[in-house]
């Protein structure tokens, strides 16, 4: 499985083999990946060489498997790649601002603007200096949504508590 394409010198040498994979000079997908407890067992025994530069032909249950190093291609052209990039210091930083600006507040934290009345109405300042401010509980909420709510809090609780001094 090379990663670029195999000079035709390496299938020339390996020609008169049934090889397993008759196109493994051309890159692809991987067809079947093999661990080295299966690999072993795979391979006849027979062996095949043709020269120290070139990858072995070894004898499989699939045909002849081509392992080795291969000569390096001619056909393999450098590239590079330049890239430039100017920005003016003045768009960095309004994007910089852009992006840190806090967005405005939606009309549901601001109750179409109750909270800033009820802050300018309901709050002062005592004697110190220091802000008086009164716990706004939104009006909104019925009593009916939780009735009987704390009784089974007061179950739950009760069975809780059981449990853990049974656990003693």
């Known amino acids: 499985m090379p990663s670029q394409s195999v000079s035709s010198q390496v299938a020339d040498k390996y020609k008169n083999l049934a090889l397993a994979d008759p196109s493994f000079t051309i890159p692809s997908k991987i067809d079947l990946l093999l661990g080295a407890d299966i ?13 120290d530069s070139y990858p072995v032909a070894f004898g499989s249950i699939f045909g002849w498997i081509i392992i080795g190093p291969v000569p390096p291609s001619n056909n393999y ?20 601002w852009q992006v840190e600006e806090p967005d405005a507040a939606s009309v549901t934290l601001t109750c179409n603007g109750k909270c800033e009345e009820l802050f300018r109405d309901k709050c002062s300042r005592d004697e110190s200096g220091r802000f008086v401010v009164p716990l706004l509980f939104r009006q909104t ?26 656990d003693d």
């Open 39 to 51: 690999f072993a067992r795979i391979l006849n025994g027979k062996r095949v060489s043709v020269g």
């Open 77 to 96: 052209v450098p590239t590079s790649h330049h890239i430039s990039l100017v920005s003016s210091i003045e768009s960095l930083m309004d994007k910089f």
């Open 141 to 166: 909420v019925a009593d009916n949504i939780f009735s009987g709510s704390r009784a089974i809090a007061v179950k739950r609780f009760e069975f809780l508590e059981r449990k853990l001094t049974s």
